[in-house]
T-cell receptor
């Protein structure tokens, strides 16, 4: 079954404690992206990757890091989480198309609370 | 930067009625997509319309695109209670290397 898998789905942590949210896709997609969703603000892009070893900042990259060492994995790293990073996070992937983006497949989300 | 903006922010209708949601964007695009999100769940792709297309259908969904006005609309016909969800448009700006930017969404409530 084609899917994007995020872990953990729920996490409560404390300020400053490094954490990683993993994302894995089994569709051999080139493009992967991280979004955060906050009430009233919609989905905002954090980072995206067009392929292995190619990553770019989205609209709200501050406080986050990513890596793309393998095609299937795109982990999101919070080196020193702060309460304003409390949010619902989504990972997504798609096949890159010659004329633009393809259909995005989303994970089920990771709800993060930073105390 | 926010590219697409949906309108209205919220819409409440009765089952059987049609629901129309609009999306406006700012820069030239390669394509525009619509997604649906049930509360707290991952988004699900509904339909993609390319910049050289004007209208597209998928089941009870009809999407139009007017590039001169930089706007799109999503029409759901004969709505059902199960259509209750948030709907987002996403645009892929020309020169953006395939980067999709989402709007804030329209929250649709269909009452049985």
């Amino acid at each position: 079954e084609a899917q994007v898998t995020q872990n953990p789905r729920y996490l409560i942590t404390v300020t400053g404690k490094k954490l990683t949210v993993t994302c894995s896709q089994n569709m051999n997609h080139e493009y992967m992206s991280w979004y955060r969703q906050d009430p009233g603000l919609g989905l905002r892009q954090i980072y995206y990757s067009m392929n292995v070893e190619v990553t770019d900042k989205g609209d709200v990259p501050e406080g986050y890091k990513v890596s793309r060492k393998e095609k299937r994995n795109f982990p999101l790293i919070l080196e020193s989480p702060s309460p304003n990073q409390t949010s619902l996070y989504f990972c997504a992937s798609s096949q890159a198309l010659p004329g633009g983006s393809g259909e995005l497949f989303f994970g089920e989300g990771s709800r993060l609370t930073v105390l | 930067s926010q590219q697409g903006e949906e309108d209205p922010q919220a819409l409440s209708i009765q089952e059987g009625e049609n629901a129309t949601m609009n999306c406006s964007y700012k820069t030239s695009i390669n394509n525009l997509q619509w997604y649906r999100q049930n509360s707290g769940r991952g988004l699900v792709h509904l339909i993609l319309i390319r910049s050289n297309e004007r209208e597209k259908h998928s089941g009870r969904l009809r999407v139009t695109l007017d590039t001169s006005k930089k706007s799109s609309s999503l029409l759901i016909t004969a709505s059902r209670a199960a259509d209750t969800a948030s709907y987002f448009c996403a645009t892929d700006g020309k020169g953006s290397q395939g980067n999709l930017i989402f709007g804030k969404g329209t929250k649709l409530s269909v009452k049985p």
